[in-house]
C-alpha cells in the first residue's frame, strides 16, 4: 500500500469515465462522439464506457445527454496507463481473492488496477470460488 498519489500517477491517468445504455444505432453514437471532446469509448458489460480527459467530463456528459443516451452511470477516476496481462489461474485467482478483501473492508471506498484478465479467466475463477464456498 502506498500514500495518496504514490503510485496514481505514476500507473494512472485520472479521467471522466460516462457508462451509457448500450446504443441501438452504433453509426450515429459514432457521430456524435465524433462532436464530443471524448478520448475514447469500449464496451463493457453491455453497456458502452466513454473516457474522457477531466476537464471535458462535463461538457461530454452534457451532450451525450444531449443527444439522447441514457447514462446509466458517471465519475472522475482513475484509467490504468498500462495494463499488464494475466493469463495464469493461480495469479488470477489470488487477484480475485485480493479484490474480495478491499471489498469486505469498509475503509476502502475505490479500487483500481493494472491487470488485463480474459472474460474465459475471470469466469473460471468465479466459478472455482463459487464452488468452494461453504453453503
Known amino acids: 500500500m ?8 505514476f500507473a494512472f491517468d485520472f479521467v471522466g469515465l460516462i457508462t451509457l445504455e448500450m446504443p441501438t444505432d452504433m453509426d450515429a453514437f459514432e457521430m456524435a462522439i465524433l462532436d464530443t471532446d471524448a478520448q475514447d ?7 458502452m464506457v466513454v473516457k474522457t480527459d ?5 461538457s461530454v456528459k452534457s451532450a451525450l445527454e444531449k443527444a ?10 482513475y484509467s490504468a496507463k ?7 489461474f493461480d495469479n488470477a485467482l489470488k487477484i ?3 479484490l474480495e478483501e478491499f471489498d469486505a473492508d469498509e475503509d476502502v471506498e475505490n479500487v483500481w488496477n493494472t491487470a488485463d484478465i480474459s472474460d ?10 463459487e464452488s468452494r464456498k461453504f453453503r
Open 2 to 9: 502506498g500514500e495518496t498519489g504514490s503510485v496514481s500517477n
Open 41 to 47: 469509448y469500449t464496451q463493457e458489460d453491455g453497456n
Open 54 to 58: 477531466k476537464h471535458s467530463y462535463l
Open 68 to 77: 439522447g443516451y441514457k447514462i446509466v452511470s458517471s465519475t472522475l477516476g
Open 82 to 88: 498500462n495494463y499488464t496481462e494475466v493469463t495464469d
Open 96 to 98: 480475485y481473492k485480493m
Open 120 to 129: 474465459t479467466l475471470w469466469a473460471e475463477v468465479e466459478a472455482f470460488v
